[in-house]
């Protein structure tokens, strides 16, 4: 259902339909880690920057983060009242973002893994979250056809981008 590489792309992660997702060494070709802890099927995935965790979302509500060394589940995000859309670290590895079909976006502490904010000014299913580069401004893509633009420091909507007439299904 989602692949991704890892920074030194020395690893693929997959999330599977079966419930778990799978850490892979690319060069031999070989099964590193079994990331079991989901009741549904993941649907996103994300690696830090650094390489050393991951994040798994899942359609039953939570975000897993794992240590990629270990394969050891260090904390399940636990807050969404449904479907998790998308998943992602902000740069410097401290905030993990989250989108689901609740309609929300939660900002979460990535070393602790508890609830910072949650973000809820979209109509209709929040489709994709991201973080800018310098992991300043946050991005979420909804299927209300509109897209916002959130200050990560002081969680307040700076922008509302609207015009489309159908959903947004993806945002960079």
């Keep these: 259902v989602c692949l991704s590489f890892n920074p030194q792309s020395t690893l693929l992660a997959t999330g599977s339909m079966d419930t778990t997702a799978k850490l ?47 394969g050891r589940l260090l904390h399940t995000l636990i807050g969404h009242r449904g479907e998790i859309s998308s998943a992602q670290f902000n740069w410097d590895c401290s905030l993990i973002v989250t989108g689901s079909m609740d309609k929300t976006c939660m900002l979460w502490d990535a070393v602790t893994g508890t609830h910072v904010v949650t973000l809820a000014a979209h109509s209709k299913e929040v489709l994709d979250v991201c973080f800018d580069y310098a992991g300043q401004r946050i991005a979420t893509a909804s299927a209300d056809g509109s897209a916002r633009v959130y200050n990560a420091g002081t969680k307040q909507c700076i922008a509302k981008l609207e015009g489309h007439e159908d959903e947004i299904s993806k945002v960079s």
Aim: a negative charge; charged letters at 20%.
């Design 24 to 70: 892979w060494d690319v060069e031999k070709g070989e099964e590193v880690a079994t990331l079991n802890g989901h009741s549904a099927e993941i649907i996103a995935l994300s690696f830090n920057t650094t390489g050393d965790r991951i994040i798994t979302g899942s359609f039953d509500h939570t975000v897993a983060v794992w240590d990629v060394g270990t």
